[in-house]
T-cell receptor, first 110, second 112 residues
């Protein structure tokens, strides 16, 4: 299965702190995507990292990928209350299907 | 450019009734996906269209669910008859090739 498993399940931090969440998967991938879901709203695509990339930045987001360990991490720097959401990783393989885990629920306290 | 749009945003129906959800993908995206999230659980894949053809429908729960994509444009997902366990948020997504998938806001379905 390409399903990613996010860790930790829940994370609570203060505004301004950094948040790190991890994703592990079991099969070989072509890319890995991170998504965010705010309460009651749709999934928002954050970033895609390809299997031949090790690190990628987008604004306050930094994603790393270690294909030898089959793991990825998402770092959010200088967190804001608006970053409160569930975060999901979706490893992408030979097919087009995205498989999500249960996500990491991030709470940023003002 | 318009994103993926889903209708309705909320639907409350009684057990045994029929509900039809609609998804309009981003124009030009051949790939269209349906997902479902039951409260507290994972986001589960339902099926994948490439244009008007069903590429993978391995995630469809049972034959009460019917998805169509007329002419390779918008898609509908019909649940008939609806059961209590069908409640959840139904997401639609579209992509062009192997690029990132863009999701709609979802339809929150409540079966009472």
């Amino acid at each position: 299965s390409q399903q990613g498993e996010e860790d930790p399940q829940a994370l609570s931090i203060q505004e301004g702190e950094n948040a790190t969440m991890n994703c592990s998967y079991k099969t070989s991938i072509n890319n890995l995507q991170w998504y965010r879901q705010n309460s009651g709203r749709g999934l928002v695509h954050l970033i895609l990292i390809r299997s031949n990339e090790r690190e990628k930045h987008s604004g306050r987001l930094r994603v790393t990928l270690d294909t030898s360990k089959k793991s990825s991490s998402l770092l959010i720097t200088a967190s804001r209350a608006a970053d409160t959401a569930s975060y999901f990783c979706a490893p992408g393989g030979s097919n087009y299907k995205l498989t999500f885990g249960k996500g990491t629920l991030l709470t940023v306290n003002p | 450019e318009a994103g993926v749009t889903q209708f309705p945003s909320h639907s409350v129906i009684e057990k045994g009734q029929t509900v039809t959800l609609r998804c309009d993908p981003i124009s030009g995206h051949d790939n269209l996906y349906w997902y479902r999230r039951v409260m507290g659980k994972e986001i589960k894949f339902l099926l994948h269209f490439v244009k008007e053809s069903k590429q993978d429908e391995s995630g469809m729960p049972n034959n009460r669910f019917l998805a169509e994509r007329t002419g390779g444009t918008y898609s509908t997902l019909k649940v008939q008859p609806a059961e209590l366990e069908d409640s959840g948020v139904y997401f639609c997504a579209s992509s062009q090739g192997r690029s990132e998938a863009f999701f709609g806001q979802g339809t929150r379905l409540t079966v009472v």
